[in-house]
């Protein structure tokens, strides 16, 4: 499966943004899907993960209660809306699909998108 993701950009402490993720390729359903982030001179971390169904979903501890990852199946896209927006939240989002393994882990997750970039000034 081949990953594009958008909707990054730059927007005030705060604010909120909607990151999108489009696949294409069969068989979208049969793939956890995740988002992590990453800043220059660091490892990439978690983000959230959400299950093939979208019953299930994990949050890192600094995004939950902000954050809200979705999919629709039928538009084989996964979305991240971010709400409440810190400075620290400023990253490369990437989303990424796996087939099993332990969803917070980005070993488990062997298709990733190309990131975009999302900056929260403050």
């Known amino acids: 499966v081949q990953l594009q993701a958008s909707g990054g950009g730059l927007v005030q402490t705060g604010g909120s943004l909607k990151l999108s993720c489009a696949a294409s390729g069969r068989a979208f359903s049969n793939y956890l899907m995740g988002w992590f982030r990453q800043t220059p001179g660091k490892e990439r971390e978690f983000v959230t993960a959400i299950s093939r169904s979208g019953g299930y979903t994990l949050y890192a501890d600094s995004v939950k209660g902000r954050f809200t990852i979705s999919r629709d199946n039928a538009k084989n896209t996964v979305y991240l809306q971010m709400n409440s927006l810190k400075p620290e939240d400023t990253a490369v989002y990437y989303c990424?699909?796996?087939?099993?393994?332990?969803?917070?882990?980005?070993?488990?997750?062997?298709?990733w998108g190309q990131g975009t970039q999302v900056t929260v000034s403050s």
């Open positions: 990424a699909a796996g087939l099993s393994g332990n969803m917070r882990l980005s070993i488990s997750y062997n298709n």
